[in-house]
């Protein structure tokens, strides 16, 4: 069964960059797509962007959610099995549980989340 | 980008009664690829039904979903006291993939 875990800070200074990882175990990067999703406290679900190994090494195609999309960058690293996500620009606002889930339109599977605080 | 509105926001029954909670679309769900997911406070959504109607794996069969368009419907035929959490409908049939805001299903 496939599990996956985020890591990265959970604070991060207004104007800097979020820098996340999920780390994925029971399968392989390049079998799915691979997605982070966010929530607000308090709030609903938003869906930031999927992306997926091509089959071409050192491609990989990516889709952002339009609303995000100038500030987010997702990478896949298949010798650690693990995907990325960074977003810049960061304002109160971007304050959120970040899920990683298996999936690029429905989410069988997700990490349990990490709680990304923006304050300085 | 299609915007979903889910009712109510906050549904009050009692155990074993029958739940309806209610998922309309700004505009047509391409393929009536619908999902909808519970989530317990504290952890991450479950997947409990995709493609408007499909169970996902493990979901006990008193979870069924219908509709197509623009109107789905999840239906709980008796819930039980672990299902009183929170519910959300997501369309992935263009993207941006969407959700819904939540329905919370209340014990009264």
């Known amino acids: 069964q496939v599990q996956l875990q985020e890591s990265g800070p959970g604070l991060v200074k207004p104007s800097e960059t979020l820098s996340l990882t999920c780390t994925v175990s029971?399968?392989?990067?390049?079998?799915?797509?691979w997605s982070w999703i966010r929530q607000p406290p308090g709030k609903g679900l938003e869906f930031i962007g999927y992306?997926?190994?091509?089959?071409?090494?050192?491609?990989?195609?990516?889709d952002y959610n339009p609303s995000l999309k100038s500030r987010v960058t997702m990478s896949l690293d298949t010798s650690k099995n693990q995907f990325s996500l960074n977003l810049n620009s960061v304002t109160a606002a971007d304050t959120a549980v970040f899920y990683c889930?298996?999936?690029?339109?429905?989410?069988?599977?997700w990490g349990q989340g990490i709680l990304v605080t923006v304050s300085s | 980008e299609v915007l979903l509105t889910q009712s109510p926001g906050t549904l009050s029954l009692s155990p074993g009664d029958r739940a309806t909670l209610s998922c309309r679309a700004s505009?047509?769900?391409?393929?009536?690829?619908l999902a909808w997911y519970q989530q317990k406070l504290g952890q991450a959504p479950r997947l409990l039904i995709y493609?408007?109607?499909s169970r996902a794996t493990g979901i006990p069969d008193r979870f069924g979903g219908s509709g197509s368009g623009t109107d789905f419907t999840l239906t709980i035929s008796r819930v039980e006291p672990e299902d009183f959490v929170v519910y959300y409908c997501?369309?992935?049939?263009?993207?941006?993939?969407?959700f819904g805001q939540g329905t919370k299903l209340e014990i009264k």
């Open positions: 889930a298996r999936g690029s339109y429905f989410y069988p599977d």
């Open positions: 505009q047509h769900v391409n393929n009536n690829y």
């Open positions: 493609e408007a109607s």
């Open positions: 992306i997926y190994y091509s089959g071409r090494p050192g491609y990989y195609p990516v």
């Open positions: 029971g399968d392989s990067v390049k079998s799915s797509r």
């Open positions: 997501q369309q992935y049939g263009g993207s941006p993939y969407t």
